[in-house]
Nanobody
Framework: QVQLVESGGGLVQAGGSLRLSCAAS????????MGWFRQAPGKEREFVAG????????AYADSVKGRFTISRDNANPTVILQMNSLKPEDTAVYYC???????????????????WGQGAQVTVSS
């Protein structure tokens, strides 16, 4: 089992940057694919970025490609989402998630992720 705690959310102006961190408990962190999802008001939760178990493969939603970067540190169980060139449409609650689904290098679907953090609010003002 994995417990996930996000930090680093906040309010930023359009064009600015934020760095989200997700600290994981448990000694099996490296066996999980890690992902970031987000949910804006009135919308369904959507995939943002994911990273494979060894960090060698990543996946991004088209809306964030070139602006967001996901990374992980298996020695200090943490996954980071660096968000640059933020836009008002990036405003959402961001969730860190862990997947044990071995069928995919980086699953894109929410149902593949078993463990979830509590969420961190990101607000981008125009």
């Amino acid at each position: 089992q994995v417990q996930l705690v996000e930090s680093g959310g906040g309010l930023v102006q359009a064009g600015g940057s934020l760095r989200l961190s997700c600290a994981a408990s448990g000694r099996t962190f490296s066996t999980y694919v890690m992902g970031w999802f987000r949910q804006a008001p009135g919308k369904e939760r959507e995939f943002v970025a994911g990273i494979s178990r060894n960090g060698g493969s990543t996946a991004y939603a088209d809306s964030v490609k070139g602006r967001f970067t996901i990374s992980r540190d298996n020695a200090n169980p943490t996954v980071i989402l660096q968000m640059n060139s933020l836009k008002p449409e990036d405003t959402a609650v961001y969730y860190c998630a862990a997947s044990a689904d071995s069928r995919y290098i980086v699953p894109l679907l929410e149902r593949a992720y078993t463990y979830w953090g509590q969420g961190a609010q990101v607000t981008v003002s125009s």
